[in-house]
Every structure is written in structure tokens, then in C-alpha cells.
């Protein structure tokens, strides 16, 4: 599995219960020679859990450490700081949803502060400033801010596949699908087989106008692992394929894909329906004004739909060409 997945070193480890007392015990081993580096127990109360993974992150950090006598230096994609790289997992965790993405920012900045040559951290403070800036937050360049933590990764990692997969995404966006694809199929001829290259290249391709060939990308990130999140349902909605749209489940965001393959398909009821329901979980003010541009699409009013657009104006999202090209469609 090891060798499969191009790593030296696996933490394996058994999670147990008694109460409200939770007992984790890990192993850092050498892969694949099966050597045992390090091995630890934490115990901590189920109330305590953020401690409980900041514990295991040190002490396994601790044992990815070289001793200081005759040691080798780090490589980049290894955290030299135990704070570094809790606040980094912490990152992580928050990163998952859109909301989470300026908390997320603020401790991977902390995290690079501490450790400067790591690498992950600089490829997902790319990410954060990247997203946040084209959803949220449109002061300041914060496209230029993500282009340069990006390539202040591959300039410490140029094999770092999440940071060529992030980069490739940006380029995308700023009308560079080509580049973007050179990118990614010139790391998958190395790495053929990481799913976050491919994940990349479904969106890539989808701005290159190869449709086909994003799909194919995707299956073949999911063949390599069932879990990557990849843009597969916007590639899908670009094809205009309705039946595949809403037989596709999807989550959070994305969910307004669906709504749209119900208006295409005439079923406006349904399509409002999906959208009402979203008005909890849309905390982000670009999404609940994306949510309002498309009930005024549903209800044909055009003037409305100019209406809402104002109150997307300022975000950079609408200097993507997907978004535009999208917004041209529904108008019509």
C-alpha cells in the first residue's frame, strides 16, 4: 500500500472507549520495511478531543523529527514544528466548508510563520486566499496573494501534487486552461497514480472545453480514490445532460446544480422547492445572492435577475469564465 500511495512512513493505530474516557494508541512506522519508529497513547475525555489530535499530531511529528546529531535536513513536505503542524491540521478541518475558509487562512499564515519551509501549509494558504477571494472577500489581490503561496510550495516541494493541482485550478480561472492542463498531465506521466492531479484535471479540461475528457478524469480520481472531491457535477451541468444532473447527488453549494437541471427540465416547482430549503445553510452572501439571481431565473423575470446580479458584481467570481458563460445561459 505503501509503495501504491508513494509514502515511507504509515501511522496505523486502534481507538478505544470506556465512558466518557477515549484511549488512542498510534504506531509510526517505516515503510516498507515494517520498522517501528515511535508509538504512543493518549487518553483524554470525549469533551477534549481537539486535544486529544493536537497530542497524537506532536508526538507523531516528534517521531518524523531526525535527531539533531548527523541528521538530514527535513524534506519540505515535512513539518519541522509540532505547534506548526497542529495548526495546520486544525486548518485543514476548517478548510472543509466555505465558512470555515478566513479561520482556516488565519492559522495556515500562523502555521508558515512558524515553519516556513513547509510546504503543504503554503498550497492550502493558496487555496484559502484563492476561494475566499472569489466567493467572499474580493478586497486586496488575493489572486496574486494565492499565486504566490502557491508557488512558494513548488518552489520548496516541485513535486508537491496538491500544489500543481491547486495552481492548475487558479491558472483555469485566469483563462489559462492549457497551461493548466500541460501542468497536470505532465505530473501524471510521474505520478500517474495521484487522484488529486486528476481531481485538477476535471476542472481544467471543463475550461478547456473538453468535456469528455473531464469526466474521464474524474472516474479515473475516483477509481484511485472513492473520496476526492472533484468539480464532476459542473462538468456534467456544462454537457447540458439533465437526467445525469439530477440523477447525481450533490452537497452543500453544488447543490444548486441540481436546482438548475430541474429548471432546464421544466420542473420549476421542484426547482424552488431545492432552493427554499437552502436558506440555512447558505451563510456565504455570495451564495444567498447566487440563490436569489436563480428564483428570479425560475419565475422568468429578467429584470430581476439584473437586480440580483448587482449584489455579485464586486466578486470575483464574475470575472470567471465558467460564471459568465453560466450566466449568459440562464439569461437565455
Request: hydrophobic fraction near 40%; charged fraction near 25%.
Amino acid at each position: 500500500m505503501a509503495q501504491d500511495v508513494d509514502v515511507d512512513r504509515v501511522v496505523t493505530g486502534t481507538l478505544l472507549r470506556s465512558g466518557d474516557q477515549v484511549q488512542a494508541t498510534a504506531q509510526l512506522v517505516e515503510a516498507p520495511g515494517g520498522t517501528l519508529l515511535t508509538s504512543l497513547t493518549v487518553v483524554a475525555s470525549l469533551g477534549d478531543l481537539f486535544k486529544l489530535q493536537n497530542d497524537i499530531a506532536r508526538r507523531v511529528v516528534e517521531g518524523l523529527s531526525p535527531p539533531l546529531a548527523g541528521a538530514a535536513t527535513p524534506t519540505p513536505d515535512r513539518p519541522r514544528d509540532a505547534e506548526a503542524y497542529a495548526l495546520y491540521l486544525r486548518a485543514n478541518e476548517l478548510a472543509r466548508t466555505y465558512e470555515g475558509l478566513p479561520a482556516a487562512r488565519e492559522l495556515y499564515e500562523r502555521c508558515v510563520e512558524l515553519d516556513s519551509r513547509f510546504a503543504p501549509a503554503w498550497a492550502q494558504l493558496g487555496r484559502c486566499l484563492h476561494v475566499i477571494g472569489k466567493y467572499i472577500d474580493a478586497e486586496g489581490d488575493s489572486t496574486g496573494e494565492a499565486e504566490d503561496a502557491l508557488q512558494r510550495a513548488l518552489e520548496l516541494n516541485p513535486r508537491l501534487t496538491v500544489a500543481h493541482k491547486l495552481y492548475a485550478i487558479l491558472e483555469a480561472d485566469k483563462g489559462h486552461a492549457a497551461r493548466a492542463m500541460t501542468r497536470l498531465l505532465h505530473e501524471a506521466s510521474r505520478h500517474g497514480n495521484d487522484p488529486e492531479l486528476f481531481a485538477g484535471l476535471v476542472h481544467a479540461c471543463r475550461y478547456g472545453g473538453l468535456f469528455e475528457q473531464s469526466m474521464a478524469a474524474h472516474h479515473e480520481a475516483r477509481r484511485l480514490d472513492p473520496n476526492v472531491p472533484t468539480s464532476y457535477p459542473q462538468t456534467v451541468l456544462m454537457t447540458g445532460d439533465v437526467d445525469t444532473i439530477l440523477a447525481h447527488g450533490t452537497t452543500g453549494p453544488d447543490d444548486v446544480i441540481r436546482v438548475i437541471g430541474f429548471g432546464f427540465a421544466g420542473r420549476r416547482a421542484e426547482a424552488r422547492e431545492d432552493l427554499l430549503r437552502m436558506r440555512e445553510p447558505l451563510r456565504i452572501p455570495a451564495f444567498r445572492a447566487w440563490r436569489d439571481f436563480l428564483l428570479a431565473w425560475l419565475d422568468r423575470d429578467p429584470e430581476d435577475m439584473r437586480r440580483r446580479r448587482e449584489n455579485l458584481r464586486d466578486l470575483r467570481i464574475m470575472e470567471d469564465p465558467e460564471a459568465m458563460f453560466q450566466e449568459g445561459w440562464l439569461f437565455c
